[in-house]
């Protein structure tokens, strides 16, 4: 059984930043896809970022030239750099591997 954990939300202020790590419970190798989705109070989960295992990364148009996503050198832990926040950014953030393993999510809050 595939275990992600996220850790790192929390509460920051606008302009603010955070990053977000997801421990896999075996290598992101393992996975053609890793990636993270967030889903805000009321709306549909979305796609935030993605990273293969070829090394390629996508972004959401929203988060293009703020949020950055990355591998540990282990390549059991993915993180989600996330800079300039904004209060449209805040949501629970989910961890995803493959398309079909999910974490529990962490709370990101940006507000002043």
């Known amino acids: 059984q595939v275990q992600l954990v996220e850790s790192g939300g929390g509460l920051v202020q606008p302009g603010g930043s955070l990053r977000l790590s997801c421990a896999a419970s075996?290598?992101?190798?393992?996975?053609?896809?890793m990636g993270w989705y967030r889903q805000a109070p009321g709306k549909e989960r979305e796609l935030v970022a993605t990273?293969?295992?070829?090394?390629?990364?996508n972004y959401a148009d929203s988060v293009k030239g703020r949020f950055t996503i990355s591998r540990s050198g282990g390549k059991n832990t993915v993180y989600l750099q996330m800079n300039s926040l904004k209060p449209e950014d805040t949501a629970v953030y989910y961890c995803?591997?493959?398309?079909?393993?999910w974490g529990q999510g962490t709370q990101v809050t940006v507000s002043s």
């Open positions: 995803n591997a493959a398309g079909h393993f």
């Open positions: 075996i290598s992101s190798f393992s996975f053609n896809v």
């Open positions: 990273f293969t295992s070829g090394g390629s990364t």
